[in-house]
């Protein structure tokens, strides 16, 4: 019998195997983490006794279908290594571990022990364990008949995205894929599917004056029904108490329990001040609209929010990313290089929050514009090391691992990537794309890059590689016509950030096909 595991037993060796996932054995491949992380997820879930040398070849190495053990035993030799990384793991730990994740010969379901440690005494309890139901957070409808209020409706969805992801009794589907399901005509049914989500939550928000009106429900599409709505009004700084009632009101209607920590986290916003919050919230609506006016109009409502929290960790994070965007779009003429801002906003926000995920992503990424790769790519794999579930994260250490030349490393993530978003956004096509031009698919990459520029048609930065990668393949009309469109918005010649040199040849070689420079 597969053996059963209670909510905080669990979190505990999900927390374990964060740890081993950073650790220096696993760091350097992403198909060991991919292949550990696969194999103690089914066996969490209880499907570790289906675990066959075929479900992992066809789910962790990309085999076809027709995949033969007999012919390929790419499995058993990933599984020896596997097996002798976590003896490495252990032996170097230096302190006891509540939880063990062994593998034993001739299987690939893990065995996973959970000691009598004082902690682990506290987890005991073998609940019977339910499959965790998948939920999706659409953007909440702006109700106040003012566009300029807007970005309220998606920042909330956002935080609940966010809150939500912190229960390991839940499965929510990234903001990247929800939020792409603005269509209020569309069937909650096809919503669901398109998402792959069990149950949806919907609400809508409503500014009057300094009063705020905020409605939430949890719907089951397959029977119509709602399973739980909940009204609020209050003042806007009572913003943060109404999200952290969602949360638990949709933890509750879903039966879920939160364990201790996941208590302490659901309401973490990084900063007291609602005022500085709703700056932020206005700034990330306009970088999204990623244009140079938009960019800079960000910039200043993030300033704004770090001037009313200066221990505000986000917005030096999108402080950051903004002035990477502009340094690669060379916007700003006006100083020297954005970049040396982008580094310190990046390495503040490390200093005021070591456990966010994005601020380490941003802060690779920004290393990767100084040309440090070993840096960029230490940085981004410590944000999947800290949640391997980051969609940014993964995105990131993508498009670090194909600038570096580590396409195959770089093809993993990016998968992983769009595993985590039933409908990729615009910036993960974008990755994909980059991987493929890295990997000198430049088929791949132009149809990747298309799709991007199709999910989100003002994303900049797709534009230009599309233009690029048409001049690659030869077709010179396109790429000139595609370069139209970038110089619209960004007259200048924009920055290649691949540092391994066949790419970066290739990128300049398509750059001049498309009269980009």
């Not at 992403?30 to 969490?44: A, C, D």
């Not at 010969?105 to 682990?120: D, N, V, W």
């Not at 917005?315 to 690669?328: D, E, M």
């Not at 990997?439 to 048609?457: F, I, K, M």
Request: glycine share 8%; hydrophobic share 40%.
């Amino acid at each position: 019998m597969a053996a059963r595991f209670n909510e905080a037993e669990r979190s505990a060796v999900r927390a374990h195997l964060d740890d081993i996932l950073g650790s220096e054995p696993f760091l350097k491949s992403g198909r060991r983490q991919r292949f550990l992380e696969y194999i103690v997820t089914e066996t969490l879930e209880g499907r570790g006794g289906a675990l066959k040398g075929y479900s992992v070849a066809v789910d962790v190495f990309d085999r076809p279908a027709t995949f033969d053990p007999a012919l390929d035993p790419i499995v058993r030799v990933e599984a020896g290594r596997l097996r002798e990384k976590l003896r490495d793991y252990y032996a170097s730990a230096g302190r006891p571990n509540d939880v063990r994740i062994e593998l034993p010969k001739g299987r690939y379901a893990p065995r996973i022990e959970i000691g009598t440690g004082p902690s682990a005494l506290a987890r005991r309890g073998r609940e019977p364990d339910a499959a965790r139901p998948t939920l999706a957070v659409l953007p909440f409808v702006n109700l106040s008949g003012d566009r300029s209020n807007d970005y309220l409706g998606d920042g909330l969805a956002d935080e609940l995205v966010t809150d939500l992801g912190r229960i390991s009794g839940l499965r929510v589907v990234s903001r990247h894929s929800s939020f792409l399901c603005r269509n209020p005509d569309l069937p909650l049914a096809n919503i669901a599917d398109a998402l792959k989500a069990r149950f949806i939550i919907e609400g809508s928000v409503q500014v009057e004056r300094a009063q705020v009106r905020v409605s939430a429900n949890v719907l089951d599409p397959a029977s119509g029904g709602s399973l739980w709505s909940a009204r609020f009004k209050g003042d806007r700084r009572e913003l943060f108490s109404m999200q952290d009632q969602i949360s638990r009101g949709v933890a509750s209607a879903l039966s879920v329990k939160l364990t201790p920590r996941e208590s302490e986290l659901v309401g973490r916003r990084g900063t007291e001040s609602t005022r500085a919050h709703d700056a932020l919230l206005k700034g990330l609506s306009l970088f999204c609209g990623y244009s140079e006016t938009t960019c800079a109009e960000a910039q200043d409502h993030f300033r704004e929010a770090t001037r009313l929290d200066p221990a505000y960790a986000a917005p030096h994070t999108w402080l950051a990313r903004s002035y990477v965007l502009q340094h690669c779009m060379n916007w700003r003429t006006d100083v020297q290089s954005p970049l040396e801002p982008a580094v310190a906003h990046a390495q503040t926000a490390v200093a005021l929050d070591g456990d966010a995920p994005l601020a380490h992503a941003v802060h690779g990424w920004t290393l990767l514009f100084l040309r440090d790769g070993e840096a960029a790519l230490a940085a981004a794999r410590r944000a999947c090391a800290i949640d391997p579930c980051s969609p940014d994260g993964r995105m990131f250490q993508a498009l670090i691992e194909a600038s570096t030349g580590r396409t195959a490393e770089a093809d993993l993530s990016i998968e992983a990537a769009m595993a985590l978003q039933p409908l990729p956004s615009s910036f993960c096509f974008y990755a994909l794309g980059m991987c493929r031009f890295a990997a000198a698919d430049y088929d791949g990459a132009r149809e990747a890059l298309l799709r991007s520029t199709e999910v989100n048609p003002a994303f900049l930065p797709a534009h230009y590689a599309l233009a690029i990668t048409y001049g690659v393949c030869g077709r010179d009309a396109e790429a000139v016509a595609t370069a139209a469109i970038v110089r619209l918005k960004a007259p200048f010649i924009a920055k290649t950030f691949f540092l391994a040199p066949g790419p970066a040849k290739a990128y300049l070689a398509g750059r001049r096909a498309g009269g980009l420079g």
